[in-house]
């Protein structure tokens, strides 16, 4: 049965006569950089005549297949002159062809640089694509850019607080954001708790998120997806840059293996503070690296092969008595392949490992406790580029998982710990999709599509059978099923729906609205609001459902001044059922009885999105805003009341913006400010024994205060920089301005004196809240060569 | 959770904490119980008390009109309020007769007061030896004491059965006194991850020369250890932003009152701080 969408789409390819039983000829190619040849994604071409067009695809490829004739072919990209050239089209023709970001002169090439149109045209919703020029000119906390911190700006993008890597996204926990770099999931985006995401703004190309309207070939998890692409090294001249910040240096090397068709890219980053602490004598040691690489060879337009590779760790000691470490390793392999004109293929195998170790060194109590996620997938991703008006996308995902959530040795042989073993658990997930986009008129185009989620819990494995499975107060097994290798132990199949659809009321607005489901089978088993490396992860099984989300968005977007000021208005409504949460008080570490602590509940969150953007000239950037309300319904939890969810937050404003002052300064700012997030305080205190204990009546029912918050940069480029080989340039950063003491949390204990002296007679208990940042000025030393 | 908040302060390097005034509302005041039945002959207690609002000032309410007893199988033990008239004492209720609990009884707690019942058991279990005690001097602190010539750790060993399903509550003395690292610290554990022999394993605090040394090792239920591991949690909870919102711990306890109560049989040994 799983087979049958697949030959549905096959069929559809292969054997649906098209409608006009004319003669077309094909137009396909690459749409380039002219710079450095990396291919760009979701560039817009458009044939004059005919007043259609397509999207390059998320490799950069886009066809047309049109009645012969003659043509005006437009190519065009944010932050790039467009191209026009004349065609005589008699049969198929091959055209790759390079957009520059300096006007040049060429023949028989007309080159404009007028805005383009696609926040109107595209039936695209809920997206945004990040530019990541521009997040290397914000301003940035220690001087680190960061594509999340970016990401958190963005409307219906909630943070939990600064100095974090997690977002939220319509009502969505953290967990429920697939976050893939080359197409491989990365299960925790933090360094240092969060501080910093692991992805280095040098090797970025290209990323985006997609809060709805999420196309059919994306599944997995409930509430966004956040593609971010690396670059695939300049094939046409060797380079690089360097960058000396405050806590971090960074590396990056490019260039062609064989000019325009062979590249590499390799770039490290490590934070280096320990190297000083070490200097100093300090004994609590801690360093992050990145290291990204990347080989490609583009043997021609019909075969062309990736391989991607990333691992970034955290390493924690503390004074070589205890440390602990985590990171992600990823790998991509690709092979991009032209079955015909108009079919084009891409095959992944894609490995991606999350792990993480705490090792105590002690005679009497060292251990070394281990838990990975390892998992390999297979992907087959086919676009068929049918008519001007038919675009079908295609495919099948075969993914493995393997999840080990704790091992503890000890490591000694005095130690008082003995070897104890959580049971692994696999998993096997399997999805089909079909999607088309298509023209109905000249003013509604729509894409729609199915998704066929598989999944299976399989063995090896032992399964519990409880008294009551809810039961996580003792715990009682009655029955013990053994399962054996890639047995099946619980099959769940859900069926996705998505649809978007685009109608244009005139040149410069359109409206828009999107339907999609999505189903999740991997469960972050964490009841905090902001996710750490030692959360481990477990499939859907018999105690487990899957999640299911579904999310309706209508919006109306507006083109202003000549397409240069893009604005959106959404709203939404996001229902989930199944939400994963866990029981009160529930015991989330080396739980071997772990099942008994889920709740699956429901959750639902609505909210309106307002966005003003401007993506060219000397000052660019965007004005967010979004009003938001997501709450949970979990049977046992909250006395069983609906609450709202740990990241809520009414109202969010952000402004972002970069002014390109002259060829020297150019200077950046952001501020933000959102409702405090919800916080459950103490109704009350009590005695127990001597400890002064707060007594909970509701979850949630407390707010933090307001945050806001500004940022400043400037970014200077030395004069000097035109007749050398290399140029630099310095940027400032000023965190926190006005020096806002912004809540990160709120938490009580027994009253006492700066000195940490009880006052009184220690029943008193006070409440201390805890602000990261106050004004931090940063300087980092950037040089490109 | 507090810790990753800790780790994370040290991070931002000029990271700030300061006392805030939280805009509560007056709440339900809750019955508090704490007992204890002991394998000890003595007088055994019972605490009745109840929740003050967050911001109140002194103690917890005592409540001295409740009507307490105890039984297991056989017999019930009637405890009075405070026999001894003292002041301190108010709210504690002890059995009129001594008794010792035994090792393989359920006791069953009641508790009346102003016409609502609460009630609860506990299973009592044996406890394990306390094989020794000894003590050293701990290199760090002896480098930089943080009281003059207290540098000396007590160290634990014991045999830990591994044919059952034991769990554990610590208390730690020094002079009588108990002694922990930190004000919210409370010492226990169950046994899934521990080794037949637990040697040398430090206990919380540092000793001077001459000083006596005092391990308590309770035996405590399943339902106890849940307890403390709840009540550790709400008491090192940072707010719900890493860790899990805060939240009451579980209690044996039925009827609506907060607290537990617990049976454990107690090995107890002490030393004299030597070199």
């Known amino acids: 049965m799983k087979y049958t969408l697949l030959a549905v789409a096959l069929a559809a390819v292969f054997f649906v006569p098209e409608i006009k039983a004319q003669e077309k000829v094909t137009i396909n190619g690459f749409v380039k950089d002219a710079e450095n040849g990396e291919e760009l994604i979701g560039a817009t071409v458009v044939i004059k005549e005919l007043g259609t067009g397509t999207v390059t695809n998320v490799y ?73 020029k521009q997040v290397k000119k914000l301003p940035a906390l220690f001087g680190e850019p960061d594509i999340i911190k970016m990401i958190q700006m963005l409307p219906g993008v909630i943070t939990a607080g600064e100095g974090t890597s997690s977002f939220f996204v319509r009502g969505g926990s953290a967990d429920q954001n697939l976050i893939l770099i080359d197409e491989a999931p990365v299960y925790d985006p933090s360094h240092l708790f969060g501080l910093f995401s692991v992805f280095n703004a040098d090797v970025i190309k290209d990323s985006e998120l997609y809060r709805g309207g999420i196309p059919s070939r994306y599944g997995g998890r409930l509430s966004s997806i956040l593609e971010v692409r690396t670059k695939d090294g300049n094939n046409k001249k060797f380079g690089g840059n360097a960058g000396i910040g405050l ?84 790998g991509t392999f690709r092979w991009n392949h032209l079955f015909n004109e108009r079919l084009f293929s891409n095959t992944s195998i894609i490995a991606s490992n ?43 995902h075969l993914t493995y998982r393997q999840f080990s959530p704790g091992r503890i040795k000890p490591t000694s042989r005095t130690s008082l710990f003995a070897e104890t073993k959580l049971d692994d658990m696999f998993a096997l997930d399997h999805a089909l999709y079909l999607g088309n986009k298509q023209k109905l008129s000249e003013r509604l185009s729509v ?28 715990p009682t097994r009655i029955d013990t099923v053994s399962y054996g290798d890639f047995e099946n132990i619980k099959t769940y199949v859900n069926l996705e729906p998505r649809i978007s659809a685009r109608y244009i009321l005139n040149a410069n607005s359109s409206i828009k609205a999107s339907y999609n489901r999505m189903a999740q089978n991997t469960h972050l088993i964490s009841s905090g609001t902001v996710p750490i490396p030692f959360n481990t992860w477990s499939p859907s099984s018999p105690y487990l459902e899957p999640q299911l989300a579904d999310q309706v968005a209508l919006g109306y977007f507006r083109n202003i001044r000549d397409n240069t000021i893009e604005l959106s208005a959404e709203t939404y409504y996001k229902d989930i059922q199944n939400v994963t949460d866990f029981a009160d008080n529930a015991q989330l570490f080396f739980n071997d009885d772990l099942s008994t602590e889920f709740r699956q509940g429901d959750s639902w969150s609505y909210g309106l999105e307002l966005m003003a953007q401007k993506k060219e000239g000397l000052l660019t950037g965007f004005i967010s805003y979004t009003w938001s309300k997501t709450e949970r319904d979990v049977p046992q939890v909250n006395n069983d009341q609906p609450f709202l969810a740990n990241y809520d937050r009414r109202n969010v404003l952000n402004v972002v913006a970069t002014y390109e002052f002259n060829d020297q300064w150019s200077f950046g700012g952001n501020f933000t400010y959102s409702t405090g997030r919800p916080l459950t305080v103490p109704a009350g205190r009590y ?43 310095w940027s400032f950063s000023i965190y926190n301005v006005y020096s806002r003491k912004n809540a990160f949390t709120v938490y009580t204990r027994t009253r006492q004196n700066d000195d940490g002296d009880i006052i009184g007679d220690g029943n008193e208990k006070e409440a201390r809240q805890v602000s990261l940042f106050p004004i931090l000025p940063s300087i980092t030393y950037n040089i490109t060569f | 959770m507090k810790k990753i908040l800790i780790i994370l302060s040290l991070f931002s390097f000029a990271a700030c904490e300061e006392t805030v005034t939280l805009d509560l509302e007056n709440s339900e005041p809750v019955f508090i119980i704490e007992g204890l039945v002991t394998d000890q002959n003595i007088n055994q207690y019972v605490r009745v008390t109840r929740s003050v609002d967050f911001y109140a000032s002194g103690g917890a309410e005592t409540i001295s009109n409740a009507v307490v007893t105890v039984s297991d199988d056989n017999q019930t033990f009637t405890y009075t309020h405070n026999p001894n008239a003292s002041t301190d004492s108010l709210g504690y209720y002890l059995s009129t007769q001594q008794f010792a609990g035994e090792p393989g009884k359920v006791y069953n707690l009641r508790v009346e007061v102003n016409g609502q019942v609460f009630t609860a058991s506990d299973e009592l279990f044996r406890v394990t030896e306390i094989d020794s005690l000894t003590s050293e001097i701990d290199e760090e602190e002896f480098e930089d004491p943080d009281e003059e010539g207290e540098f000396y750790e007590m160290l634990f060993y ?118």
């Open chain 1, 354 to 396: 999350f792990s993480y170790k705490l090792e105590q060194d002690d005679l009497s109590a060292g251990f070394e406790w281990k838990s990975d996620l390892k998992e390999l997938t297979l992907k087959e991703d086919l676009n068929y580029f049918m008519n001007s008006t038919n675009e079908l996308e295609f495919g099948y």
């Open chain 2, 158 to 275: 014991t045999t830990e059965p591994q044919d059952t399903k034991d769990y554990y509550l610590f208390k730690f003395y020094k002079n009588g006194a108990i002694i922990r690292d930190d004000e919210n610290d409370i010492f226990f554990s169950d046994d899934e991850l521990l080794a037949e022999n637990i040697e040398g394993v430090p206990t919380a605090g540092y000793y001077s020369l001459g000083d006596t040394g005092t391990v308590e090792m309770y035996s405590i239920s399943n339902s106890a250890f849940i307890y403390y591991n709840d009540l550790i949690n709400l008491l090192l909870s940072d707010g719900g932003l890493f860790g899990s919102p805060p939240v009451n711990p579980r209690t044996n306890i039925q009827g609506g009152a907060l607290g537990f109560f617990q049976t454990s049989a107690v090995a107890s040994r002490s030393i004299v701080i030597t070199d």
């Open chain 1, 247 to 330: 806590l971090a240096s960074r590396v990056m090397l490019e260039g062609p293996i064989k000019k325009d068709k062979s590249s590499f890219i390799v770039s490290a980053r490590r934070s280096y503070v320990d190297v000083f602490l070490r200097a100093a004598g300090e004994k609590n040691l801690v360093h992050f690296y990145d290291v990204n690489a990347k080989v490609n060879w583009k043997h021609n337009n019909n075969n062309r092969f990736f391989l991607a590779i990333y691992t970034g760790r955290d390493v924690f000691n503390f004074d070589d008595q205890f440390g602990f470490d985590w990171g992600n390793a990823t």
């Open chain 1, 687 to 729: 005695e127990y024994e001597d400890y002064q204990v707060d007594y909970i009546t509701e979850r949630n029912g407390y707010s933090l205060p307001d945050f806001h918050r500004m940022d400043l940069s400037a970014t200077y480029v030395p004069r000097n920089n035109k007749n050398r080989k290399w140029q630099s340039s």
């Open chain 1, 447 to 474: 894409r729609y599509g199915v998704r066929l989620s598989i999944f299976q819990n399989i063995g090896n494995q032992d399964v519990y059978i409880y008294d009551d499975p809810q039961d996580n107060i003792d």
């Open chain 1, 60 to 132: 950069g490829f886009y066809a047309v297949s049109i009645p012969p004739g003659k043509y005006t072919m437009q190519y065009s990209y944010i932050g790039y002159f467009t191209i026009e050239k004349e065609f005589d089209l008699t049969s198929d023709v091959e055209f790759n062809v390079e957009l520059p970001v300096e006007a040049i002169q060429m023949d028989d090439i007309v080159i404009t640089d007028k805005p383009i149109d696609a926040n109107v045209t595209d039936i695209k919703m809920s997206k945004n694509e990040l530019d990541i």
